[in-house]
């Protein structure tokens, strides 16, 4: 991130080599790119949309059960997407919508907990309560149920706080 904001060229180059990394250097590439202060443009935002959609592809090829590098990639795809959610909702609202009709469970799992963070729900509460709706009508399997229940859960919360606080 301190590179992104002394040399964007040397931190593009550098964010897009570990998008091609192992699983730990592709978590350091979402990292680097859910900064909220290097997303001041539509083109950073892009950018980084860019490299969560492929970090986001390569989950999905990554044998399953996730061992524990490929979980920390995961849980880290589950808090970025929002951020770009936020600071560019007319281009990151597609491109999370693309992801949010995933059939892997994985995938799903990150969207849920996207779709939980309170950054996310102050923007659109309506549009994360349907999104999680649609999530919750797909089946689901395994430990994962837990954890997309917990997330819906929380998402009907602040949906009930925001929409309370509206009005």
């Given at each position: 991130?301190?590179?992104?904001?002394?040399?964007?060229?040397?931190?593009?180059?550098?964010?897009?080599?570990?998008?091609?990394?192992s699983p730990l250097e592709q978590r350091a590439a979402v990292?680097?790119?859910?900064?909220?202060?290097?997303?001041?443009?539509?083109?950073?935002?892009?950018?980084?949309?860019?490299?969560?959609?492929?970090?986001?592809?390569?989950?999905?090829?990554?044998?399953?059960?996730?061992?524990?590098?490929?979980?920390?990639?995961?849980?880290?795809?589950?808090?970025?997407?929002?951020?770009?959610?936020?600071?560019?909702?007319?281009?990151?609202?597609?491109?999370?919508?693309?992801?949010?009709?995933?059939?892997?469970?994985?995938?799903?799992?990150?969207?849920?907990?996207?779709?939980?963070?309170?950054?996310?729900?102050?923007?659109?509460?309506?549009?994360?309560?349907?999104?999680?709706?649609?999530?919750?009508?797909k089946s689901q399997t395994g430990s994962r149920r837990s954890?997309?229940?917990?997330?819906?859960?929380?998402?009907?919360?602040?949906?009930?706080?925001?929409?309370?606080?509206?009005?």
């Open positions: 991130q301190m590179v992104g904001d002394a040399d964007s060229g040397g931190y593009d180059r550098l964010v897009a080599k570990l998008a091609a990394g990292a680097a790119v859910a900064e909220p202060r290097l997303l001041a443009s539509a083109e950073a935002v892009r950018r980084g949309l860019r490299i969560l959609d492929k970090t986001t592809r390569s989950l999905t090829q990554l044998p399953k059960p996730l061992d524990e590098k490929a979980r920390v990639l995961r849980q880290a795809l589950g808090y970025a997407w929002s951020v770009l959610v936020v600071a560019n909702p007319e281009l990151g609202k597609p491109a999370m919508e693309a992801w949010l009709r995933s059939s892997d469970v994985d995938v799903r799992w990150l969207m849920a907990q996207n779709l939980a963070k309170k950054r996310l729900l102050r923007l659109d509460s309506a549009w994360c309560a349907e999104w999680s709706r649609r999530l919750r009508s954890s997309a229940s917990k997330a819906r859960r929380k998402i009907e919360k602040h949906v009930k706080h925001w929409t309370s606080d509206a009005g």
